[in-house]
């Protein structure tokens, strides 16, 4: 079947500190990789993606690339920001002719400390 | 609207009594997708509806739980004879002709059945 791991939190880090959150997942076919943010009391929001095997999503700093070889998208920033605090969500989606539906991993929480 | 609306954003309700979570999408959107998110997990899909048609209710965990978007539109989910486990937040999201990787989400209403 079709699932996401993520790497469990919470995660806690001080300002300027680099940041890496792991995601694989195990899919049927070629799948799209997506990681969403939940800042609290928002709703969830797209943060970036990639549809094809060494892409590279990025947006607001964050990055994340497709890696067909170790089924991973792992989030990565340089440099976090007390504004980063949110919770984490790897997906991916999986086509079939009635449109996609998205399949999340657990999350993982963000606290950065100034 | 400017956004997803889900109303209540708030629902207690006795187990063994009947919900029901409204969703209002984006105005034009003709997709709308329900998902549940239990305590420290990630959101699970329970039903896309591409117009006022179910394209995909595979995620319904059982016949208590049932929606629909007479007028595609608005969309209504019920929850019949709702137990303890039934309690988490509900997702709903929307998006232009059925690309959920372009879903924008609602804040979700959270459901506490005691």
């Known amino acids: 079947g079709n699932s996401v791991t993520q790497m469990e939190g919470p995660v806690t880090l001080s300002e300027e500190a680099f940041l890496t959150i792991n995601c694989t997942y195990t899919?049927?076919?070629?799948?799209?990789l997506f990681w969403y943010v939940q800042y609290p009391g928002e709703g969830l929001q797209l943060l970036l993606k990639a549809t094809k095997a060494d892409d590279k999503g990025s947006n607001k700093g964050f990055e994340a690339t497709y890696r067909k070889e170790t089924t991973s998208f792992h989030l990565e920033k340089g440099s976090v920001q007390v504004s980063d605090s949110a919770v984490y969500f790897c997906a991916l989606s999986v086509r079939n002719n009635q449109g996609g539906k998205l399949i999340f991993g657990q999350g993982t929480e963000l606290s950065v400390k100034p | 609207g400017a956004g997803v609306s889900q109303t209540p954003s708030n629902k207690v309700t006795e187990k063994g009594k009947y919900v029901e979570l409204r969703c209002d999408p984006i105005s034009g959107h003709t997709a709308l997708y329900w998902y549940r998110q239990s305590l420290g997990q990630g959101p699970e899909f329970l039903i896309y509806f591409q117009g006022t048609g179910a394209a995909d209710d595979s995620g319904l965990p059982n016949d208590r739980f049932f929606a629909v978007r007479p007028e595609g539109s608005v969309s209504t989910l019920k929850i019949q004879r709702t137990e303890r486990g039934d309690s988490a937040v509900y997702l709903c999201a929307s998006s232009l002709g059925g690309k959920v990787t372009e879903a924008f989400f609602g804040q979700g209403t959270r459901l506490t059945v005691v």
């Open positions: 899919a049927t076919g070629y799948p799209s």
